[in-house]
Structure formats: C-alpha cells, structure tokens
C-alpha cells in the first residue's frame, strides 16, 4: 500500500521540527550582530560572549537567518537574560 504525502506536507512537518530547537527573538544577537553593536573585533566577540555565558548574564541559542544567497541558516546566537536587563 503506498501513501501519497505531498512536498507541502513534508515542508511543514520540517518546518514544525525546527520550530522546536530554533528561537526567532528578536533580541537574540548573533555574533556578527554583537561584533557591530560592540565594535570588536571576532576574537574578542567570541571571549565577551563566553564570559557573560560562564557567569550566568546571557544564554546561547539558535537563530534563522536568511544569508546573502537567499538560503535560510541556522547560526548561534545570544541574549541577555531578564535579570541582567532589569539592571540597565
């Protein structure tokens, strides 16, 4: 016995399955976003966002893009928790 199942039925089973593990805040920032926020350099992105993750001040997700190509990425991204902002 075969069961049609249609592209769009495939799409959006994908679909709901990234919905699951992929955050779409828009506070998140991605290190690239945080590069020019902050105004540094890759290296020094990568510790800053590291040391607030250590201590507790931000939290590492996964965020959609769409890259330069039109395709649709999945990137590391960061946040700051709510404590940390209350502060500011």
Known sequence: MSVNITRDEWLAALEESQQLVVDQDPSLLTRRDYMVLVGVCENTAKRQLSVLV?????????????????RVRVVQAWRLKKSVKKRT
């Open 54 to 70: 250590e201590r507790g001040m931000a939290e590492q997700r996964k965020k959609r893009v769409v890259a330069a190509d039109g």
